[in-house]
């Protein structure tokens, strides 16, 4: 993740510590069932309404919990497909927290009910983050379902009035980037804490929107924008917590830009990217699915390090044997062609790998979705 508005504005967020303190286990995003009410068009979880066999028990999921827990994991992120549509999300979110680990929950919002709103601000979710990806008809294409948007926009408004700390995540693609304004404005006006833009990952059925990504200049159009909305909430004291997700050269290209526009910033900017170091996948971050299979991040659902009914999550992710993990934690020597030769690779660390592999068959190639130029990178 690239904290825009921390590196531009300097505004604070929760999640500072895990982005720029001190090395620690990672956070983990549970893919907690595959079962969803909507059909997104982009899901990496490939999720259907069904029911899907095998899913870890409550028992198994509290058990798996304490493991993390063991470990010192920070943070939990529950998703899935739907996470609400699991009976007993409420029991183990409240067994998570009781453990001491930071709790987040990342929904659809459609299911959010006046009573399960009730029930989240009782277990004290560390935040809540609900799925919106345009404005009305656009986002209900996109979610599969009609009347998509409006039962979302419900789920926002019941739950910040009552005071939850709340984030709009979106995905960016050739289907709602000219919509990225009036995100904004619907963020102010429904008074929505924080704002995440995800880049589109080729995984899942993503994996064939490969086509329905936007172009290097209309990307570099896309996080101007973003960079210029997140200064104007700040010049007029609205400090939202913006942040973009899944291309680490949105980080570079921040820096760039600060270093023409305002050079004394530039080295601050310099050393909180260094501090991130890129791209955590297999470092920072882990997915566990919803049948206990551990992956190095929530796009990996095709390759597994093992399974938490076999192994304990701790000694899962410490087997520096495991070939791929052992490849994205000392990724640098193996990276070819610009990613490889990048004077910026500190700041990037490669980017996304699993985008590499969807494209051209291979973890170590280049990421596609990197839009800057060789003479940026220093080539």
């Avoid at 739907?82 to 680990?101: M, Q, V």
């Avoid at 996080?223 to 007029?236: K, P, S």
């Avoid at 990037?348 to 170590?364: Q, S």
């Amino acid at each position: 993740m690239i904290s825009i508005s921390k590196l531009l504005c300097d505004i604070s967020s929760p999640g500072d510590n895990l982005r720029y303190g001190a090395p620690q286990p990672p956070i983990v995003v549970w893919n907690c069932t595959q079962r969803c009410n909507l059909k997104c068009l982009h899901c990496y979880a490939r999720s259907q309404d069904k029911v899907y066999q095998g899913e870890l028990t409550t028992e198994e999921s509290k058990a798996f919990l304490q493991d993390l827990a063991d470990f010192k994991v920070p943070v939990i992120l529950f998703s899935g497909g739907e996470p609400t549509l699991r009976k007993d999300i409420i029991e183990l979110a409240s067994w998570a927290k009781r453990l001491g680990i930071r709790v987040v929950l990342s929904t659809n919002g459609t299911l959010i009910t006046d009573k399960l709103a009730e029930e989240i601000i009782k277990v004290g979710f560390g935040e809540v983050g609900i799925s919106l990806d345009g404005i009305g008809a656009v986002n209900d294409h996109f979610r599969g379902q009609e009347g998509a948007f409006e039962a979302a926009l419900q789920g926002f408004r019941r739950l910040v009035a009552l005071k939850q700390r709340m984030s709009l995540r979106l995905t960016i693609t050739r289907h709602n980037y000219r919509e990225i304004p009036a995100i904004f404005d619907l963020v102010e006006r429904e008074r929505i804490d924080r704002i995440c833009f995800y880049h589109l990952a080729y995984a899942g059925r993503g994996s064939s929107m490969q086509a329905e990504d936007i172009s290097p200049q209309e990307t570099r159009d896309v996080v101007d924008l973003i960079f210029d909305r997140t200064v104007d909430l700040h010049r007029r004291g609205l400090d939202k917590d913006i942040l973009t997700v899944d291309n680490h050269a949105d980080g570079v290209y921040l820096y760039l830009k600060v270093k023409r526009e305002n050079p004394g910033r530039a080295s601050k900017v310099l050393e909180l990217l260094r501090r991130n170091g890129g791209n955590n996948s297999g470092i920072r971050i882990a997915a566990v699915d919803n049948l206990g299979y551990v992956h190095p991040d929530q796009f990996w659902w095709h390759y597994s390090l093992g399974n938490v009914r076999q192994r304990k999550f701790g000694d899962i992710w410490s087997d520096t044997s495991e070939p791929l993990l052992q490849g994205l934690r000392n990724r640098k020597p193996q990276l070819k062609g610009r990613c490889g030769r990048c004077q910026y690779l500190d700041l990037c660390n490669g980017n996304l790998r699993v985008r590499a592999e969807a494209v051209y068959g291979d973890v170590w190639a280049d990421d596609p979705a990197c839009y800057l130029t060789d003479e940026e990178i220093g080539l």
